[in-house]
């Protein structure tokens, strides 16, 4: 009996390459078809990745709604803003009126408190004014003496004024008896000179807030000569 192997059970060992020769193998690289366009060579470059067209008309429609949504909330924004901004106008306005109102309240109210007081005042200021304008002559310590008590009267003013009371004089010759008081009248034979300023006496007083009257101005007029 031959102790060589038999052809079903024979193993084949295959014999080690000889150095220097080329190891030669089909070895299959398996390689997703989607991964070849992750990479990148020297002579094809990464290309992006493009969504599919649905997907894009998706996006698309969604960024038009919310595009939408955002208009509509700032023109509700801008129209608030602008009723805000009319509303806090009209607040103002209420308020400024209402300060006005308030101010000429209490104006009024000091003046009817205080007018007693300037009526009085006003007149020691007349008074000291006939004095000194009665003699406008006077020298040495008369003139000395004269002169300060037309610095009292001026003081007279200044306190006044402090008070709210300026004294005032109107321009102009035609007489007014809503603003002049007249004590003494002129005759003149000049028609043009009828009831127009012949001699002022006194200045009148009025409070400077709305220029409401305290005292008015004294004065004289002229009046037409009646032919005799």
């Known amino acids: 009996m031959s102790d060589e192997p038999t052809g079903e059970n024979e193993i084949i060992v295959p014999s080690p390459p000889e150095p220097g020769a080329e190891i030669a193998a089909d070895v299959a690289l ?3 078809a989607a991964a070849y366009e992750s990479i990148a060579t020297d002579d094809a470059p990464l290309t992006p990745f493009v969504a599919p067209v649905d997907g894009q008309a998706a996006t698309l429609a969604a960024l038009a709604t919310l595009g939408d949504s955002l208009h509509r909330r700032l023109e509700g ?7 805000e901004i009319r509303a806090e106008a009209t607040r103002e306005k209420v308020v400024d009126r209402l300060h006005a109102e308030l101010q000429e309240y209490k104006q009024d109210l000091l003046l009817n408190v205080l007018r007693p007081v300037f009526v009085d005042l006003i007149q020691l200021h007349d ?24 610095g009292f009267q001026q003081g007279i003013e ?14 102009g010759d035609t007489f007014d008896p809503k603003r002049q008081r007249a004590v003494a009248t002129v005759p003149t034979d000049d028609p043009s000179q009828n009831k127009s300023i012949a001699a002022r006496h006194r200045k009148g007083f009025q409070a400077l807030a709305g220029e409401k009257l305290i005292r008015p101005e004294i004065v004289s007029v002229h009046a037409l000569r009646k032919p005799g």
């Open 30 to 32: 398996v390689v997703p």
């Open 77 to 83: 924004l801008h129209t608030l803003f602008e009723r």
């Open 127 to 150: 008074d000291i004014g006939k004095i000194v304008a009665a003699h406008p002559l006077a020298e040495g310590e008369p003139r000395r003496l004269l002169d300060l008590m037309a």
């Open 158 to 171: 200044d306190i006044l004024y402090r008070q709210g009371v300026e004294p005032y004089s109107l321009e």
